[in-house]
């Protein structure tokens, strides 16, 4: 039984159920998000081979910890809702531009936007989640949680989250190879020079363009000119999306 409360006291343990189970949550509300905007079904996950979209997973540990004290306070959660998802957000977009040369997603043609990364529009929507994700969704979790731990074995729990953990630490440094490898060679068949890429590296043909295109189909690098280059109109031969409705 003390090992059981432990593991409900522990911070670090709650930190992977949260950002497991929210990256997963994120990736059904993208791919939800697609079908109404976009009328396809496709990919929006952030590593090769799992369902984790891990910006919604880092979003949700930074707002769970940081606005709790808050809950049903929803004019403070918004608002430190509305920074904190802007923040993250933005900085993801920084980073994954910096260390993979590759853009997720740009915002340059939304109103109020910050550097493409960031804007008003999904501003306010961190706000909304933040409220909900506080006041309503994260409690029902906790709930599930720890109904969880008493009902399973402890150790068994932990094997399941350490695996899970394992998995997408190998998932992400695998696509990190794989996207290297595929800019690689797009820069070279398709005579990109993109920024922060070495083309004397040899692109690996394992992860073909159709399997990068279908896990990334609106990836955007950015040339030596300084421009956008949205890859799906460059691979326009190459099909990135599992099914379009109303497609003849």
Same mark, same amino acid.
């Not at 003390?2 to 929210?22: H, Q």
């Not at 794989?178 to 043909?205: C, E, P, Q």
């Given at each position: 039984?003390?090992?059981?409360?432990?593991?409900?006291?522990?911070?670090?343990?709650?930190?992977?159920?949260?950002?497991?189970?929210?990256?997963i949550v994120g990736f059904l509300l993208e791919t939800i998000y697609a079908l109404f905007t976009k009328g396809a079904l496709e990919s929006r996950q952030s590593f090769l081979y799992g369902p984790f979209c891990i910006v919604y997973g880092i979003a949700a540990?930074?707002?769970?910890?940081?606005?709790?004290?808050?809950?049903?306070?929803?004019?403070?959660?918004?608002?430190?809702?509305?920074?904190?998802?802007?923040?993250?957000?933005? #900085?993801?977009?920084? @980073?994954?531009?910096? /260390? &993979?040369? %590759?853009?997720?997603?740009? =915002?340059? *043609?939304?109103? +109020?936007?910050?550097?493409?990364?960031?804007? #008003?529009?999904?501003? @306010?929507?961190?706000? /909304? &989640?933040? %409220?909900?994700?506080?006041? =309503?969704? *994260?409690?029902? +979790?906790?709930?599930?949680?720890?109904?969880?731990?008493?009902?399973?074995?402890?150790?068994?729990?932990?094997? %399941?989250?350490?695996?899970?953990?394992?998995?997408?630490?190998?998932?992400?440094?695998?696509?990190?190879?794989?996207?290297?490898?595929?800019?690689?060679?797009?820069?070279?068949?398709?005579?990109?020079?993109?920024?922060?890429?070495?083309?004397?590296?040899?692109?690996?043909?394992?992860?073909?363009?159709?399997?990068?295109?279908?896990?990334?189909?609106?990836?955007?690098?950015?040339?030596?000119?300084?421009?956008?280059?949205?890859?799906?109109?460059?691979?326009?031969?190459?099909?990135?999306?599992?099914?379009?409705?109303?497609?003849?």
């Open positions: 039984m003390l090992i059981i409360i432990s593991m409900k006291k522990s911070v670090v343990w709650k930190i992977l159920i949260y950002f497991i189970i929210y990256s540990v930074f707002l769970i910890f940081a606005l709790r004290k808050y809950k049903n306070k929803n004019k403070k959660l918004f608002i430190y809702g509305l920074i904190l998802g802007c923040t993250v957000e933005y #900085l993801s977009s920084y @980073i994954a531009e910096l /260390f &993979l040369h %590759v853009k997720w997603w740009d =915002y340059s *043609n939304d109103f +109020l936007n910050i550097n493409g990364r960031t804007c #008003l529009f999904y501003a @306010i929507l961190w706000g /909304f &989640l933040s %409220v909900v994700l506080i006041n =309503y969704v *994260n409690p029902i +979790l906790d709930r599930i949680i720890e109904f969880i731990i008493d009902k399973v074995s402890n150790n068994m729990l932990k094997f %399941v989250i350490s695996s899970i953990t394992l998995f997408m630490i190998i998932d992400g440094i695998v696509t990190c190879y794989a996207l290297d490898s595929f800019l690689v060679r797009v820069s070279k068949d398709y005579d990109i020079n993109i920024n922060g890429i070495d083309t004397k590296n040899v692109g690996d043909i394992y992860f073909s363009n159709e399997k990068m295109m279908m896990t990334y189909p609106n990836m955007i690098v950015v040339n030596d000119k300084n421009e956008n280059v949205y890859l799906e109109t460059v691979l326009s031969g190459v099909k990135n999306y599992y099914y379009k409705f109303g497609k003849k």
